[in-house]
């Protein structure tokens, strides 16, 4: 199994090669409908993180909604 190493707010973390972006959220368990992404520095729709597969040496940027006031 090949394997890629990407940097996800500053943490190296190793995937499998082919991994999406989608797969990434929900290895790490996130709520998807309360969190963005940054790519290499671009925002990523959330209409396009299942087809957007992860690169070794990709840097990804996670960003919560948090309620308040």
Not at 2 to 12: E, S
Not at 55 to 60: E, F, K, L, M
């Amino acid at each position: 199994m090949t394997t890629m190493t990407v940097q996800v707010n500053d943490k190296a973390l190793q995937l499998t090669a082919e991994t999406s972006l989608l797969q990434l959220l929900e290895q790490l368990a996130l709520p998807l409908d309360a969190t963005a992404v940054a790519l290499n520095q671009g925002i990523i729709s959330r209409d396009s993180w299942a087809d957007t597969r992860l690169s070794d040496g990709d840097t990804i940027a996670l960003f919560q909604a948090i309620a308040g006031g």
